[in-house]
């Protein structure tokens, strides 16, 4: 651990006034490319995968009404292997009536009280999950495309200055792990390039299934830096500059992680 | 009821052998972990699966705690007759569960 | 179903850890039987196989355990366990148990099977809290006993949240 911790210190040192280089596209790599045989399996198999379980709720949570107004998602979006196919590969999306970009489950939380007159799932419950994981699965395979909306421009530039920004105890920024050292060991563990393809994603850590805040709030305490709560727009802006940094890779909701 | 995931194929020639998956939803919350104040969160898991085949056990198995949360097997029967594949799970505070797929075996 | 030592109070890894450094830097071997364990050890795996074998005993062979031998999270462990019978009513496995030297408990599955499974294979996913050794027990029809046993080493994540 002290030795990995060094290695990204002297990384770092190396890299200290440099807009942290980021990883050529020839040589990005998903999480899913740096994990055993055994892991991979479980992703690979629907019938194996546990975050399939989400997928199912979400698919029945999809036809389910709810609210004052009695609605059910598929009442306005109907078959949602056809409507929302390529969404989640596009989101963070920029919402005109915010001025900002929201992620997928505000997203979806906007429908539950604007459309479903409902009150919105709390952040990483169940059913937001749920829900969650079942639009992601419908782009699964697809490349994500952040559009070139200048509207996005200074969130992803927000995003992109908070992956690289130095912060916490450990004085460690995003970058100089997932950027500088990925593919070699912290404590025994492979480091990740720290792609956002496979949210909401089932996490071995975890034994369930979680989104990429859930992630980012885990890193943050990870290194020692004070986190955000569920649902800040600093998350979303590090999200959209993730999904920016990850464009072009196929979706592979739901992930399998260690 | 907690959710389930089951893999029987559909169809089968006789005597063939066949592959059966399932997985189920549930945290098999150990026993050991403590929460954040310090106190061991209570034992709470699937104690017991057993898989019938029209009727007759064809797999059966006893979990403890170190079965990993949404318990998953995989086990193999022979096909022997059209019917019905049915599966039941059980464990502690009442926790039960029953899933059944059908077969055509020709 | 076997009970759970009743005095894993203090089970994390860390507690045991810290416990089993004051026990070894200060009292010594004899006195360690004065406090309780904070996890299994090969005595209560041997004690745990024993209720399986009764006053049998296992020979190695015909049954194998498939574990990754690095493994990279404990949580959620691919495994497979198998046994050579052809399986018919006359000669089948009856059962497979596995158990863990070091798990808080020693018991990981016990496995009912007959002629009519076709093949002695099963697959699950399991949890292993360390490095360790894992055992397999499987019982013949004829009421005999085999066994297989491995060592994996069991990596934690790095950046471990909640702690």
């Known amino acids: 651990m002290i030795r990995g911790v060094a290695a990204v210190l002297i990384g770092a040192a190396l890299s200290v006034s440099v807009i942290a280089a980021e990883i050529p596209s020839s040589e990005r790599k998903s999480g899913y490319d740096l994990m055993a045989r055994e892991i991979r399996a479980m992703q690979d198999d629907d019938t194996a995968n546990p975050g399939m379980l989400s997928v199912?709720?979400?698919?029945?949570?999809?036809?389910?009404?709810?609210?004052?107004?009695?609605?059910?998602?598929?009442?306005?979006?109907?078959?949602?292997?056809?409507?929302m196919k390529g969404v989640a590969a596009r989101y963070p999306a920029f919402d005109a009536a915010r001025g900002r970009p929201i992620d997928l489950e505000q997203r979806i939380n906007i429908c539950r009280s604007d459309q479903q007159k409902a009150t919105p799932f709390a952040f990483e419950s169940k059913d937001l999950l749920a829900l969650s994981a079942y639009v992601g699965r419908q782009s699964r395979g697809m490349p994500i495309e952040i559009p070139d909306d200048p509207r996005l421009k200074p969130f992803l530039e927000a995003g992109r200055d908070m992956f690289n920004q130095r912060q916490g105890q450990l004085n460690l920024s995003c970058a100089q792990c997932h950027n500088d050292n990925w593919g070699q060991k912290l404590a025994g563990a492979v480091i990740p390039q720290g792609h956002a393809n496979g949210y909401p994603m089932y996490?071995?850590?975890?034994?369930?299934?979680?989104?990429?805040?859930?992630?980012?709030?885990n890193c943050l305490?990870?290194?020692?830096?004070?986190?955000?709560?569920?649902?800040?727009?600093?998350?979303?802006?590090?999200?959209?500059?993730?999904?920016?940094?990850?464009?072009?890779?196929?979706?592979?909701?739901?992930?399998?992680r260690p | 009821m907690a959710r389930a995931l089951?893999?029987?194929?559909?169809?089968?020639?006789?005597?063939?052998?066949?592959?059966?998956?399932?997985?189920?939803?549930?945290?098999?919350?150990?026993?050991?972990?403590?929460?954040?104040?310090?106190?061991?969160?209570p034992r709470d898991i699937i104690t017991d699966f057993v898989?019938?085949?029209?009727?007759?056990?064809?797999?059966?198995?006893?979990l403890y705690p170190a079965i990993s949360a949404n318990p998953f097997f995989t086990f193999t029967t022979v096909a022997t007759e059209s019917g019905?594949?049915?599966?039941?799970?059980?464990?502690?505070?009442?926790?039960?569960?029953t899933e059944s797929a059908k077969i055509t075996v020709e | 179903m076997t009970t759970n030592n009743d005095d894993m109070q203090h089970a994390t890894r860390r507690r045991f850890l810290i416990d089993a450094a004051a026990l070894a830097g200060s009292l010594g071997v004899g006195l360690?039987?004065?406090?309780?364990?904070?996890?299994?050890?090969?005595?209560?795996?041997?004690?745990?196989?024993?209720?399986?074998?009764?006053?049998?005993?296992?020979?190695?062979?015909?049954?194998?355990?498939?574990?990754?031998?690095?493994?990279?999270?404990?949580?959620?462990?691919?495994?497979?366990?198998?046994?050579?019978?052809?399986?018919?009513?006359?000669?089948?496995?009856?059962?497979?148990?596995?158990f863990t030297e070091k798990n808080p408990q020693p018991n990981v599955v016990s496995i009912?099977?007959?002629?009519?499974?076709?093949?002695?294979?099963?697959?699950?996913?399991?949890?292993?809290?360390?490095?360790?050794?894992?055992?397999?027990?499987?019982?013949?029809?004829?009421?005999?006993?085999?066994?297989?046993?491995?060592?994996?080493?069991?990596?934690?994540?790095?950046?471990?949240?909640?702690?």
């Open chain 3, 112 to 163: 009912y099977l007959g002629p009519r499974a076709g093949r002695a294979s099963v697959s699950t996913r399991i949890r292993l809290a360390d490095s360790q050794k894992v055992v397999a027990i499987a019982q013949m029809s004829d009421g005999s006993f085999w066994s297989d046993e491995i060592e994996v080493i069991v990596t934690l994540a790095a950046c471990l949240e909640g702690v």
């Open chain 2, 51 to 62: 898989c019938k085949y029209n009727g007759q056990e064809i797999f059966r198995a006893e």
């Open chain 2, 6 to 41: 089951i893999n029987v194929p559909a169809k089968a020639k006789r005597g063939d052998i066949i592959e059966i998956k399932t997985l189920i939803s549930h945290e098999m919350e150990t026993g050991f972990r403590p929460d954040n104040t310090g106190k061991l969160l």
């Open chain 2, 84 to 97: 019905t594949i049915s599966f039941e799970w059980s464990g502690d505070n009442g926790f039960s569960a």
């Open chain 1, 56 to 83: 199912l709720d979400g698919e029945a949570l999809w036809t389910r009404k709810a609210g004052a107004a009695g609605k059910s998602c598929a009442d306005c979006h109907s078959d949602a292997q056809s409507s």
């Open chain 1, 203 to 217: 996490r071995l850590e975890w034994q369930a299934l979680g989104s990429l805040q859930r992630r980012l709030r």
């Open chain 3, 32 to 98: 360690a039987l004065t406090t309780v364990p904070a996890s299994a050890t090969p005595e209560s795996m041997r004690g745990a196989i024993r209720k399986v074998l009764g006053e049998a005993s296992a020979k190695k062979g015909k049954v194998k355990i498939d574990l990754p031998p690095l493994i990279e999270n404990g949580n959620a462990v691919a495994l497979t366990v198998s046994a050579e019978s052809p399986m018919t009513a006359a000669d089948h496995v009856r059962a497979i148990h596995v």
């Open chain 1, 221 to 256: 305490v990870g290194m020692r830096a004070v986190s955000y709560a569920l649902g800040a727009p600093e998350y979303v802006d590090l999200e959209l500059y993730l999904m920016w940094r990850a464009r072009g890779m196929p979706v592979e909701t739901p992930a399998v």
